[in-house]
């Protein structure tokens, strides 16, 4: 075949020459392809720097100045004797009894108050997630608990439910015989637990229940074809399936509690093991007045918080792995 035969077929070249014009165009398409998708990337990234300066300064200028009054020796009642006091505020805190005590009691409440949550979350989300009359009507009820202000509640609780003469608890113990009880003085850190577990159960329901409607349908009856019962299902189909949203209830019910305030300061004053980590600052702060005692005391917090939700949730991803190594 001459040159000008074989340059006039398709797909052919002559000896000693290459075909330089589809790699040219292709890299005069891919160019433009790439600088395009560079200018998205920069359009994306310069949407995201406001939300970002204001996360910084809502975050992040807060607990820098919390650490510079942390180094503080300030009292409020001695405005004029302030200066700087280095390690001693930390060194108060160690020494001190109450942030220990006050820690313990921060991850009873916590631990006990998510725990229960999630598990009656998990119940009410499997109760749900069947169709019967008035489903609308039981979900819509149920949300309502997370929907009411913290202090409300917890002032609900304290006079209408819990109260020594008037709470409808001691009522209800009065039809069995039982003498009343003074919840909120003689069981404090039982009764913040509660109303805590009541508020935040509809938090975890609604999560857990988006978890069991994205389940597949088919997986499930194709378990039940091969014989399987609802106990077997939910143990070995339904639960590995729920394991992310299990983890994300308890990751973000822990953040919320940690901060929990309301029911402590209303109900139980901080005694009998209630006083959490937070209303020992809300002391040091506005009663004590040791501005820089009480800086010490947040930064303590921060650190402790940090390294106790690190552990836990480790913890609670290793085991739920396992679980799944172990249903495959």
């Known amino acids: ?49 406001p ?14 100045a919390t650490v510079y009054y942390s180094f503080q020796e300030w009292n409020l009642l001695r405005p ?22 006050s820690l ?10 998510v725990v229960g949550a999630t598990l009656l979350g998990l119940l009410f989300a499997v109760l749900l997630d069947r169709k ?14 997370f929907l009411v202000m913290p202090a409300a509640a917890a002032l609900i609780w304290k006079w209408s439910i819990l109260d020594v003469t008037y709470g409808m608890a001691n009522w209800f113990l009065s039809l069995v015989g039982i003498g009343p009880v003074a919840w909120n003085t003689e069981l404090p850190a039982l009764t913040v637990i509660a109303v805590l577990i009541w508020q935040y159960t509809p938090f975890a329901m609604l999560i857990l229940l988006a978890g069991l409607q994205s389940q597949s349908r088919e997986v499930l009856e194709a378990a039940g074809v091969d014989g399987a019962g609802p106990w077997r299902t939910f143990t070995a189909i339904t639960l590995p399936h729920l394991r992310q949203y299990v983890e994300i209830t308890v990751l973000l ?16 004053k901080g005694t009998g093991g209630s006083k959490t980590l937070s209303y020992l600052l809300y002391e040091r702060a506005f009663v004590g007045l040791e501005v820089g005692e009480a800086a010490a005391y947040g930064v303590m917090t ?3 918080t940090i390294l106790v ?20």
């Open 104 to 113: 313990g009691s921060t991850v009873l409440v916590t631990g006990s108050a």
């Open 302 to 304: 921060v650190i402790v």
């Open 1 to 49: 075949m001459t040159a000008r035969a074989a340059a006039a077929v398709p797909g052919t070249a002559t000896r000693g020459t290459t075909p330089r014009a589809p790699a040219a165009a292709a890299r005069a398409t891919t160019r433009p392809a790439s600088s395009r998708r560079r200018q998205d990337l920069l359009v994306s990234r310069a949407l995201l720097w």
């Open 253 to 268: 019910a822990t953040i919320l509690l940690l901060q929990v305030f309301d029911p402590v300061a209303i109900m139980t």
């Open 51 to 64: 939300a970002l300066v204001v996360a910084v300064v809502l975050t992040q200028v807060p607990m820098l």
């Open 132 to 145: 019967f009359a008035g489903r609308s009507v039981a979900r819509t009820l149920m949300i309502t608990p």
């Open 309 to 328: 939700a690190t552990v836990a949730l480790r913890t609670l991803f290793k085991v739920f792995s396992a679980e799944g190594l172990m249903n495959r």
């Open 80 to 101: 004029g004797q302030r200066g700087f006091a280095g390690f001693g505020n930390y060194a108060k805190v160690l020494s001190d009894g109450s942030f220990l005590s």
